[in-house]
């Protein structure tokens, strides 16, 4: 069954995706890039606020591949409390290096959910290395905003393909970038384990707008119906 994922980016927003039920609330900062990390202060003050009813995904930001810096920004968000931590592979010669670093953090025990970008020629031959890392999940989502959702900038097939090699590994599954009400209906039938939002669930549909429980509501339908 494919699951929801919310892209918050305040206490107000994260509160009315939780009385929504929505399954993952994702923490991120929309003004800051495509994985915009929001301040650590802010993101314990949320997962406070949740009081544990809900998971809580979190991403560290639109970083350089620089193996330490994201084994630094990874250990200081896993002191927030988050479920999942996302951390975005964005695109670099050689990728092998981080990865290995951050499997000390995956022996300790943290969720961590790799993300790939369809607009920038991802090359999923390194799935299974985060699999053997012991990552938990591998996400396809959209660098650049202004291309259109996941289904204009990559086709349905190599999509398939993308859900079928990640649950080859045994992996988590998910899919975003700037979708529509309208890409449900094509996604569905691949089988991730879950649709990301943003722009969708806000007002007029822009991601850097604040979050409409009524537009929240109705893709959520649009996935469980």
């Not at 084994?71 to 996302?86: L, N, Q």
Request: with cysteine.
């Amino acid at each position: 069954m494919n699951k929801m994922l919310a892209s918050v980016n305040s206490i107000n927003e994260a509160l009315i995706a939780q009385q929504a039920k929505v399954d993952i609330i994702d923490l991120k900062q929309p003004t800051r890039g495509a994985l915009g990390a929001l301040d650590i202060a802010d993101i314990q003050a949320i997962v406070t606020a949740l009081e544990k009813k809900a998971l809580i995904s979190a991403t560290v930001g639109d970083l350089p591949m620089q193996a330490e810096l994201i084994f630094s920004a990874v250990e200081k968000m896993a002191e927030t409390g988050v479920d999942y931590i996302k951390i975005g592979f964005f695109p670099s010669s050689n990728w092998a290096p981080i990865i290995k670093n951050l499997q000390i953090l995956a022996q300790r025990g943290l969720n961590l959910i790799a993300v790939l970008f369809a607009d920038q020629q991802p090359n999923f031959n390194n799935i299974p290395l985060f699999s053997e890392a012991g990552f938990n999940g591998v996400m396809l989502d959209t660098m650049d905003k202004t291309k259109g959702s996941l289904t204009q900038v990559m086709p349905l097939e190599t999509i398939q393909a993308f859900v079928k090699s990640t649950k080859q590994q045994q992996l988590l599954c998910g899919l975003a970038g700037s979708l529509r009400e309208a890409d449900i209906a094509m996604l569905l039938p691949l089988q991730a384990d879950y649709l990301g939002f943003r722009g969708a669930l806000c007002v007029n549909h822009q991601r850097t707008a604040k979050l409409d429980l009524d537009s929240l509501l109705q893709i959520k339908a649009a996935i469980k119906n």
